[in-house]
């Protein structure tokens, strides 16, 4: 696998143009979120041995937003080999650069138990899904598409399949965002971003990356009619859900009385 440094904002830019996911992006794209996302070589391998608890053998798990396949190579790693997962981006160049890599990420037998489709996710079929893995993802739908796509997902999910997915947060507490939004700003130095970078990629991606409350997103999946939610990792402004598709109901049987 060959990937580069980020250095996309390093020089100034008068014209800054939306953040997209473009060739350009691809290309830096591993160095970028780990020098960008707190913690996220451990949230991407975490989320799968979360959803590998869950999952039935030859079940299906969805891995939407999947970028170049980081999820979706956890996931073939720790799930049972009769697994298969479905990988989806609406980014051409992700799925290209994800299908070109995935067997320096795993063996080519795991290789072989992706599907990859370049599709928005907001469209495409999720059907019997025995899992659903969306990482880092759902804060690049538009505010009033995700409760939609939650509810499209929930209502594809076998019974009991757990949606999985992390995300960055607004905290409720407006003093405790300050504070975790300036350790996030010292993250990014502390991983070699100028104050420069950090300033334009922040002007660029503000339209396009809108972070939820945690109360919001915890509403939001009661809503669309999942339970036993759970934020299973929190660091920072970021953090990592886990909601169920419900059982159906066991009828209860009521004894007959004698006589
Ligand atoms: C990882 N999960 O490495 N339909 C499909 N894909 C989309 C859509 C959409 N509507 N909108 C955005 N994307 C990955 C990381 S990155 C997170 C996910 C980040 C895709 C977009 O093309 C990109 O690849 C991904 O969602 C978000 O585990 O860059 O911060």
């Known amino acids: 696998m060959t990937t580069n440094t980020d250095d996309i904002y390093a020089r100034d830019n008068p014209h800054l143009v939306d953040f997209a996911f473009d060739q350009r992006v691809v290309d830096v794209f591993p160095d970028m979120i780990r020098r960008s996302v707190p913690a996220y070589e451990t949230v991407v391998p975490l989320s799968a041995l979360v959803a590998a608890r869950h999952v039935p053998n030859n079940g299906v798990i969805y891995d939407l937003g999947c970028s170049r396949g980081a999820t979706t190579a956890a996931l073939l790693t720790y799930c049972d080999p009769s697994i298969r997962v479905v990988g989806i981006d609406n980014s051409q160049p992700m799925i290209d650069a994800a299908r070109n890599q995935m067997s320096a990420l795993t063996s080519a037998n795991d ?133 169920f598709a419900p059982e159906p109901a066991v009828p209860t049987t009521v004894p007959a009385e004698d006589g």
């Open 111 to 243: 290789a072989a138990r992706v599907e990859w489709r370049c599709a928005d996710i907001t469209e495409t079929p999720i059907a019997a899904a025995s899992a659903v893995v969306m990482n880092y993802t759902l804060q690049f739908i538009t505010p009033e598409q995700r409760e939609v796509l939650l509810r499209r997902i929930a209502s594809n999910l076998a019974p009991g399949a757990p949606l999985i997915y992390a995300e960055k947060v607004v905290l409720d507490d407006p003093q405790k965002q300050a504070w975790a939004d300036s350790i996030h700003l010292e993250f990014k130095r502390a991983n070699g971003y100028s104050e420069l970078e950090v300033a334009q990629k922040r002007s660029a991606i503000e339209k396009v990356m809108i972070p939820d409350t945690l109360d919001t997103h915890l509403t939001r999946l009661k809503q669309v009619g999942l339970v036993n939610s759970t934020i299973w990792f929190s660091c920072l402004n970021w953090a990592a859900f886990i909601a």
